[in-house]
């Protein structure tokens, strides 16, 4: 298990921009897959975006591609989600997630089941 802890989150209007992070406890960082997900009121967890381990391969929502851009500094054992062109429907409680990496196959995981630790959430609210 990893602890992770997201920052950034926070109250813009729409079209603004927002970057969160989330710092991972664990030296060994880049053994992880790490995803973000979020959560909407009355909906259930969706995928967001996952990165690899080395940050060389990364996985969008339909939703946000072209928006948002996941990245990842293993200096820093903390990976990032930058949010650009925010829209209402973006909002929601952004959870970081870990994925213990079996293989280097650079698989897409977007289900939250696939991920073995979560952060608590950082609240992103979009207004219109």
């Known amino acids: 298990q990893v602890q992770l802890v997201e920052s950034g989150g926070g109250l813009v209007q729409a079209g603004d921009s927002l970057r969160l992070s989330c710092a991972a406890s664990r030296r060994t960082f880049n053994n992880y897959v790490m995803g973000w997900f979020r959560q909407a009121p009355g909906k259930e967890r969706e995928f967001v975006a996952h990165i690899n381990w080395s940050g060389g391969r990364t996985y969008y929502a339909d939703s946000v591609k072209g928006r948002f851009t996941i990245s990842r500094d293993n200096a820093k054992t903390t990976v990032y989600l930058q949010m650009n062109s925010l829209k209402p429907e973006d909002t929601a409680v952004y959870y970081c997630?870990?994925?213990?990496?079996?293989?280097?196959?650079?698989?897409?995981?977007?289900?939250?089941?696939?991920?073995?630790?979560w952060g608590q959430g950082t609240q992103v609210t979009v207004s219109s």
């Open positions: 997630a870990a994925r213990t990496i079996f293989d280097y196959s650079d698989s897409y995981y977007p289900t939250p089941g696939e991920y073995g630790s």
